[in-house]
């Protein structure tokens, strides 16, 4: 028995087991959320918006919009009836206990990477692949966007019902069985309930059924491709009917609040690029910490390494789609050398703000650090006899996988947000890490196992392999040492301690006043931070948010409320103090914070 099928009958052996241990790293990965007050713009209006008193009020979450009653459908109209019940089922339990909410945020990010590696495993073969892929998802820096607010909930039960649909689907090919089929199609109802990305499912599943065709001509494996893919068609074709009846459209943002097309699009790849490989400034604060000498050198001896590479690899057969792969590389990277040596010249000449310049440059660092990895890493796999068909079949899905819900985003030219704030919408790309940190597993593993192997039986050398790990280790490396398992970061925390100060302050202050007196809000307080930037995109709560908040309140308070202004505060947040006067039939509460 080869020491590769020793692991996987260990691996296999102890499924039980290392799914544990896969799920208690999720959990340990957020476990302080638990201890978080309610958090994000939108969870308190989710939450009173989802609120039933019967089953026929369970019935009228499927046909109205998100939040439905807000000031919120003025901003965008989205069908999610599925995460509203999520409400509905916590508020029958929980009431307004913040800890409830947050526990189930994070039970569900462990369920999710619970069947991140069971369904990567399956689709593999491969139980490590799975294990360790599930483990990147878990404890990726985005999550830190994603887990934390309980409004972003939609984007985790997403991901889970995608990968219990996938999962289903791939077993009921592999076994013929009808009933996992029809479980497969039930679970891809519940995604797009959830939230509209479930759509690319389809298009995961065709090139699913393509590429693992087994023997066959192109045409009947096209044939069987269509066919597969039919009924999870149909499901979206009844999906959008029903959308369109409750939505009077296709819905989706208001023209005034969308991203929309132009410049935005453009952003599209380089910002999934780096929400899956780079969401923070790891790249561009090492190469502002090394001194301006040591990066002259670097560009230079890369330059000459590099056509060295060139020339080297030539010699020894490498195709033509693996030396334009590297010589995409060693151009991303010494343009990150040089844009981030030049950064004070490219200031000048760049239509923005200084801060809006600034953060453009770092982008650009960034995106080119990632560009050069992953084209050295497909020029490493043109030329290393340990990555073998089988594994190019999976990377190649996974790579399909990755980029069809940015494809989609890029065909609508909405989702994205701000284009140079890489936090904003940050939360699509929680989908999106199961197959980018599958691919990754799947090439640290083949590499790493025929590297062991060569040091065994004392071949080792500086080739293609030795490469591909040390890509494979750069990329995750910045993952790893800024994920929120290993740095904490208290954006969201704060954010709760403010929310918190300040609703229950202002509920002090309207004590004995008409349920129904409109408030006016003078100059609200928002967090700030001192940390470098993270992924946590903390907003600050809208008049729909305070409203939300009197409506839960027993007995309710039917308050309109209009919020003028804002300033930042830093912590301690018991320095806020808050007064409340009579205007013209309207309670004007000014928010203060003494110096």
């Known amino acids: 028995m080869t020491r590769r099928s020793r692991l996987r009958a260990v691996l296999r052996g102890n499924r039980s087991l290392w799914l544990l241990v896969v799920f208690a790293i999720a959990i340990a990965t957020h476990a302080e959320t638990i201890q978080y007050w309610f958090v994000a713009t939108d969870t308190l209006p989710l939450i009173e918006t989802s609120r039933v008193q019967s089953l026929s009020g369970v019935a009228e979450l499927f046909t109205q919009p998100l939040m439905?009653?807000?000031?919120?459908?003025?901003?965008?109209?989205?069908?999610?009836?599925?995460?509203?019940?999520?409400?509905?089922?916590?508020?029958?339990?929980?009431?307004?206990?913040?800890?409830?909410?947050?526990?189930?945020?994070?039970?569900?990010?462990?369920?999710?990477?619970?069947?991140?590696?069971?369904?990567?495993?399956?689709?593999?073969?491969?139980?490590?692949?799975?294990?360790?892929?599930?483990?990147?998802?878990?404890?990726?820096?985005?999550?830190?966007?994603?887990?934390?607010?309980?409004?972003?909930?939609?984007?985790?039960?997403?991901?889970?019902?995608?990968?219990?649909?996938?999962?289903?689907?791939?077993?009921?090919?592999?076994?013929?069985?009808?009933?996992?089929?029809?479980?497969?199609?039930?679970?891809?109802?519940?995604?797009?309930?959830?939230?509209?990305?479930?759509?690319?499912?389809?298009?995961?599943?065709?090139?699913?059924?393509?590429?693992?065709?087994?023997?066959?001509?192109?045409?009947?494996?096209?044939?069987?491709?269509?066919?597969?893919?039919?009924?999870?068609?149909?499901?979206?074709?009844?999906y959008a009917l029903v959308r369109l009846v409750v939505l009077g459209g296709v819905g989706g943002y208001r023209a005034s609040a969308a991203s929309g097309p132009g410049l935005s699009i453009l952003f599209v790849p380089l910002k999934y690029l780096r929400w899956v490989f780079q969401p923070t400034d790891v790249v561009e604060s090492v190469l502002t910490a090394l001194p301006r000498s040591v990066l002259l050198v670097a560009l230079l001896g890369g330059a000459a390494i590099g056509l060295t590479l060139v020339r080297y690899t030539r010699r020894r057969g490498l195709d033509i789609v693996g030396l334009v792969a590297l010589v995409v590389a060693g151009i991303a990277f010494e343009g990150m050398l040089g844009a981030h040596l030049l950064a004070p010249a490219i200031k000048t000449v760049l239509p923005f703000g200084p801060n809006e310049s600034a953060i453009a440059i770092g982008y650009l660092v960034d995106s080119l650090f990632i560009v050069g990895c992953v084209a050295g890493l497909l020029a490493a796999i043109r030329g290393c006899q340990a990555v073998d068909s089988s594994i190019r079949t999976h990377l190649v899905f996974f790579a399909s996988w990755s980029v069809i819900v940015p494809g989609l985003l890029l065909a609508t030219g909405a989702g994205i947000g701000d284009p140079l704030r890489i936090d904003d919408q940050i939360q699509t790309g929680y989908l999106c890490l199961v197959p980018a940190m599958a691919a990754l597993s799947l090439l640290g593993l083949t590499a790493a196992e025929a590297v062991v192997a060569a040091i065994r039986s004392r071949t080792v050398r500086v080739d293609t392999t030795v490469v591909l790990l040390v890509l494979t280790v750069s990329l995750l490396l910045p993952l790893i040492v800024t994920s929120p398992l290993v740095v904490s970061n208290g954006d969201w925390n704060a954010a709760g301690q403010l929310n918190q100060q300040l609703l229950t302050g202002i509920d002090d202050e309207l004590d004995g006043t008409a349920a129904d007196t409109p408030v006016r809000l003078l100059d609200p307080p928002t967090t700030g931070s001192d940390d470098p930037p993270h992924t946590t995109s903390v907003k600050r709560l809208q008049s729909y948010s305070f409203e939300a908040w009197f409506e839960l309140q027993e007995p309710p308070q039917n308050r309109e409320v209009e919020l003028v202004g804002h300033h930042e505060l830093r912590p301690p947040y018991d320095r806020l103090s808050l007064e409340a006067t009579r205007e013209n039939g309207t309670i004007v509460v000014r928010a203060a914070t003494p110096e």
């Not at 692949?129 to 997403?158: C, E, K, S």
Request: charged residues 15%.
């Open 68 to 238: 439905a009653g807000t000031d919120f459908v003025d901003t965008a109209l989205f069908y999610r009836p599925v995460s509203s019940l999520s409400y509905t089922l916590e508020y029958a339990v929980w009431g307004l206990s913040p800890t409830g909410y947050h526990l189930t945020n994070l039970l569900l990010h462990g369920i999710a990477t619970v069947l991140a590696a069971v369904t990567v495993a399956e689709i593999t073969r491969r139980p490590a692949v799975g294990y360790l892929g599930a483990v990147l998802f878990a404890i990726h820096p985005l999550t830190a966007g994603v887990v934390p607010p309980i409004a972003r909930r939609q984007d985790v039960l997403l991901t889970g019902f995608v990968l219990g649909a996938l999962l289903l689907f791939v077993r009921s090919r592999r076994t013929n069985s009808r009933r996992l089929l029809a479980g497969a199609l039930g679970a891809y109802a519940a995604a797009l309930g959830t939230k509209e990305p479930a759509v690319a499912l389809p298009g995961v599943i065709f090139v699913w059924l393509v590429l693992y065709r087994g023997t066959g001509e192109w045409r009947s494996t096209l044939r069987r491709a269509v066919t597969g893919t039919a009924p999870f068609v149909a499901v979206t074709v009844a």
